[in-house]
């Protein structure tokens, strides 16, 4: 089971976890604020900056009417003026979007899986600070064997078995992967998921495909499907002996297509509700006269 909405969070920036505002197993909405570090000293830096910032807006807007309205001053004074009032306005920006950087948001909503980061401790990007998971969007990842490339195909029903939970659930192929990997000649499917509950990522499943379906095929058991020296495939049938209750032992030749849960579809030489030799089946021979007991 897989789970597009399955990630690790790490603080872009490094620091001291501030605090930590969520618990294992809460649900939180997008854009929910999850973890913070220690921003003290960014803080402190972006009151100056902004206190600095007022003074130099003061001075520019004073230049600008001296200098544009008044022509009082020179045009250097204004140019001045005007590149540190801007170069301020940048570098309060710059500072808050690293003090954005020091908080960890919810990306979408789901459920904290795991936190690995404690408060007091130093997080940073090279280690994960959080688990989120959202288990709505789950499906299931599963290797085909190449033989099966031309039968498995997009909308394929599916049958997943949940094993560990005792249930299973109707599901189809949502895509079927185009590259056939190397090492064990297999291409990757996703199954959908309709009904998740209590579904994990990483659980394992077993996956039954419908590769093949004949509404109208005749089946036999396979058992009762023989071969000759040069392999043809007959079975044994009776034919009623005209004017008595005997039948007669025919060795019809027959094409067999494929095989499932112990029967043996039959493409062409058999006919519905023929009299087929079932117990007994290896020890007759053809032409020999039977009676039904």
Do not use: C
């Not at 009417?65 to 920006?93: C, F, H, M, P, T």
């Not at 909503?109 to 690995?116: K, P, Q, R, Y």
């Not at 994960?128 to 290797?143: E, I, M």
């Not at 509700?273 to 020890?283: F, Q």
Request: hydrophobic letters at 40%.
């Amino acid at each position: 089971v897989k789970a597009d909405k399955s990630i690790n969070l790490y603080t872009t920036a490094s620091g001291k976890v501030k605090k930590i505002h969520v618990k294992n197993g809460q649900q939180v909405k997008k854009g929910q604020l999850l973890l913070s570090l220690d921003t003290d000293i960014m803080t402190s830096s972006l009151r100056e900056l902004q206190t600095g910032l007022e003074l130099a807006k003061t001075v520019f807007e004073k230049q600008q009417r001296l200098w544009i309205d008044q022509q009082i001053g020179s045009e250097i004074q204004y140019l001045q003026a005007k590149n540190n009032y801007d170069a301020l306005v940048q570098r309060v920006k710059t500072l808050k979007e690293q003090i954005e950087l020091s908080v960890i948001r919810a990306p979408f909503a789901g459920s904290i899986d795991n936190i690995f980061a404690r408060e007091g401790e130093l997080a940073g990007p090279q280690m994960p600070a959080l688990r989120l998971v959202n288990t709505s969007g789950v499906y299931v990842k599963a290797d085909v064997p190449e033989s099966y490339a031309n039968r498995v195909r997009v909308g394929t029903p599916a049958n997943v078995d949940f094993t560990s939970m005792d249930y299973e659930v109707a599901a189809e192929v949502l895509q079927v992967g185009q590259f056939i990997q190397e090492g064990n000649r297999t291409f990757s499917i996703n199954v959908s998921l309709p009904e998740a509950n209590g579904v994990k990522p990483n659980q394992m499943v077993h996956v039954a495909l419908m590769d093949y379906k004949n509404d109208e095929a005749l089946s036999v058991p396979a058992s009762l499907v023989q071969q000759d020296v040069e392999g043809n495939d007959f079975i044994y049938t009776l034919s009623s002996i005209e004017g008595t209750s005997r039948f007669e032992v025919v060795k019809t030749w027959v094409t067999t297509g494929l095989t499932f849960e112990g029967r043996t579809e039959i493409i062409s030489g058999l006919e519905a509700n023929a009299k087929v030799i079932d117990k007994g089946s290896r020890s007759v021979r053809t032409g020999q006269e039977v009676v039904l007991g």
